[in-house]
């Protein structure tokens, strides 16, 4: 059974820090990218960062969220983690792990929601000010 499940969420003052953890089971971690992505209340899921397949030496972020986050992934634990410094209210929202199979078009893609096939339920991070 695949399954993706965030932890490590929850509520903290702006500035503060947080790690997101995903652990992932069910299916061949090491052959899929990963990706975090987030919802906001009353906006649409929008793209976080994300890390390439094997060795994750492909990395990408959202220009919001540059300089702050840090997505990387243990896949020997079969883990990709989402250090967050920095945050502030608008980093308010439920934050989604993904993975997606590997293949070239995940490059140019990687910010899209279909490039991944896999999803877990989500982490509830609150910034207050």
């Known amino acids: 059974q695949v399954q993706l499940v965030e932890s490590g969420g929850g509520l903290v003052q702006a500035g503060a820090s947080l790690r997101l953890s995903c652990a992932a089971s069910?299916?061949?971690?090491?052959?899929?990218?990963a990706g975090w992505f987030r919802q906001a209340p009353g906006k649409e899921r929008e793209f976080v960062a994300a890390i390439s397949w094997g060795n994750g030496e492909s990395l990408y972020y959202a220009d919001l969220v540059k300089g702050r986050f840090t997505i990387s992934r243990d896949n020997s634990k079969m883990t990709v983690l989402l250090q967050m410094n920095s945050l502030n209210v608008e980093d308010t929202a439920v934050y989604y792990c993904?993975?997606?199979?590997?293949?070239?078009?995940?490059?140019?893609?990687?910010?899209?929601?279909?490039?991944?096939?896999?999803w877990g339920q989500g982490t509830q991070v609150t910034v207050s000010s």
């Open positions: 993904a993975a997606g199979r590997a293949s070239a078009l995940w490059y140019r893609n990687y910010g899209r929601e279909s490039s991944y096939d896999f």
């Open positions: 069910g299916f061949s971690f090491g052959a899929y990218a």
